[in-house]
């Protein structure tokens, strides 16, 4: 059985399991808030680690998906030229 543990724990460290609804949630959400609106820009040390902490499933099209864009990104590093519109 899969348990949601991690930063967004509840204080008495309990954790739930991943096959329900709330503990789903749980592992899902976000352990940050969004910016309130009128406060100052996130460094990029937030803004990198509050990427890095979405949860992404592995599955065939994710994996398809990954390696197209990692092809394209290795085989496209050296171009100077941009797209243009026709």
Do not use: K
């Amino acid at each position: 059985m899969l348990l949601a543990v991690g930063a967004n724990d509840d204080a008495c460290g309990a954790c739930r399991p991943v096959t329900t609804w709330q503990g789903w949630q749980h592992f899902a959400t976000p352990p940050t808030a969004p910016p309130e609106p009128g406060a100052p820009p996130r460094s990029t040390e937030e803004r990198l680690a509050c990427h890095s902490a979405f949860v992404i499933l592995r599955t065939p099209v994710i994996d398809t998906l990954t390696t197209s864009v990692r092809t394209l990104m290795i085989l496209g590093r050296r171009r100077t030229t941009t797209a243009r519109p026709p």
